[in-house]
Nanobody, 124 residues
Framework: QVQLVESGGGLVQAGGSLRLSCAAS????????AGWFRRGPGGERELVAT????????YVADSVKGRFTISRDNAKNTMYLQMNSLKPEDTAIYYC?????????????????WGLGTQVTVSS
């Protein structure tokens, strides 16, 4: 059974940085597409970034472009989200997700596997 587990969330001041990790168990992290979603207080789950397996094509939402970077280490079965210059509006639960086909999608139902999420709180 495939499981995705996020880690690295926490409380940080505005302008600070965090790096989220998503580890896969039960199989290698060779999902054609994997990514990060987030859900802010009272909001819906929104796409933050995705990365494909081969080639390593990335997508980053406009709201975080220039501040967040997605990457993956296939040897470690892990995907990362480096978050810099954090803002209070980045406060959310961040979810790792993966799908069995290539291509970015902002639709949550297009993803086959999900982690339980990790809380990121940015104080002003």
């Amino acid at each position: 059974q495939v499981q995705l587990v996020e880690s690295g969330g926490g409380l940080v001041q505005a302008g600070g940085s965090l790096r989220l990790s998503c580890a896969a168990s039960g199989r290698t992290f060779s999902f054609p597409t994997a990514g990060w979603f987030r859900r802010g207080p009272g909001g819906e789950r929104e796409l933050v970034a995705t990365i494909s397996w081969i080639p390593s094509i990335t997508y980053v939402a406009d709201s975080v472009k220039g501040r967040f970077t997605i990457s993956r280490d296939n040897a470690k079965n892990t995907m990362y989200l480096q978050m810099n210059s954090l803002k209070p509006e980045d406060t959310a639960i961040y979810y790792c997700a993966a799908r069995s086909v290539f291509g970015t999608s902002a639709r949550t139902y297009d993803y086959d596997y999900w982690g339980l999420g990790t809380q990121v709180t940015v104080s002003s």
